[in-house]
């Protein structure tokens, strides 16, 4: 059973997945996540295990909505300078936050679920902050790289560095944007 994209808006659904996403945050805080379990979230987000089940279908679809929420920005990127300097402040930013054991274990999550709907979901909102530095730059006149350009040259490898490899050091994030500002 797939997952549904907010089949109720508003009311009792969003109070559903608002105190089930809660509980299931407040969980790996303080417990090994080998000991989470759909029926002990329902316990908790005070629902029965049929409302997760049907909503999310599994624990692993359930942990991987919950990491794709957490990983939706709160608003544009933060204007520091040339739209060159505010990528690579934004990118820095992105590639400790993916690193770090939690974003990683939220990559993690979205990857593993058979529902490709939460990783489509990080897709776009990557897509759509890498797009506030390119319109940033059309308005002021400054050669800026594409979007797929980003995403292929600065993103992808970041990403497969923190999943596969070690943390990217800031100077890697740094030359990975020097390379496509050659490009663009």
Known sequence: MGYRENPRPGGRSARVQAAVHQSVRDMLARMDRADITIPLIAQHANVTPSTIYRRWGDLQELLADVAAARLQPEGEPARVGSARDDLEAWVEQYADEMASGVGRQMLR??????????????????RYQLSVFIARAEKDREPFPTLEELMDHVISPIIYRILFDQMPAPNYVRDLIAKVMLKG
Request: net charge negative; glycine share 6%.
């Open 109 to 126: 999550d979205i990857l593993a679920a058979t529902d490709s709907a939460n990783a489509e979901k990080c897709g776009t909102y990557t």
